[in-house]
């Protein structure tokens, strides 16, 4: 960790972390962008604001991580655990979430225009007001899902579990 400032506003850019434990970490506005967190454990940590882009989280457990306004263009989340994160604002620009556990996830506001959701679980995810323009969120599961207002042009919902989800008009799938 030479020359690397832990903690909120950290340089962490580029760093490996690979499998760190980085539980209830704060860093918020921190710059990890292309950091290696492939399976990090961050357990609820503070990233509001943070530089993420590029960055590859491959399994990484971010449950219950404020991730508001954060950073995430480009970034690898596949398979990593976002139960309960908190992602209002954040910039997902061509993320990988393919396979991720994004249940219960507050993505309000968010810009996800053309990540990648395929088969991602999306349970009861606010999704009101997210752009998700050419995102695939095929064979993803969005039961009770929110998506008033979100923008779906050109979005792939091929297989994707609409059950009981408010779509951008108000309707709720049967």
Do not use: C
């Not at 968010?110 to 009861?124: D, F, I, P």
């Amino acid at each position: 960790m030479n020359g690397y400032k832990i903690g909120r506003g950290a340089n962490l850019a580029g760093a490996n972390l690979a499998g760190a434990n980085l539980a209830r970490a704060n860093l918020r506005d921190a710059n990890l962008a292309r950091a290696d967190l492939r399976g990090a454990n961050f357990g609820d940590p503070e990233l509001r604001g943070a530089d993420l882009r590029g960055a590859n989280l491959w399994g990484a457990d971010l449950r219950g991580a404020d991730l508001r306004d954060a950073l995430l263009e480009g970034a690898n989340l596949k398979g990593a655990n976002l139960r309960d994160a908190d992602l209002w604002g954040a910039k997902l620009w061509g993320a990988n979430l393919e396979g991720a556990n994004l249940k219960g996830a507050n993505l309000r506001d968010a810009r996800v225009k053309s990540a990648n959701l395929h088969g991602a679980n999306l349970t009861g995810a606010n999704l009101s007001d997210a752009d998700l323009a050419g995102a695939n969120l095929a064979d993803a599961n969005l039961t009770d899902a929110g998506l008033e207002r979100a923008n779906l042009s050109g979005a792939n919902l091929e297989g994707a579990n609409l059950k009981r989800a408010i779509m951008p008009d108000g309707t709720i799938q049967d």
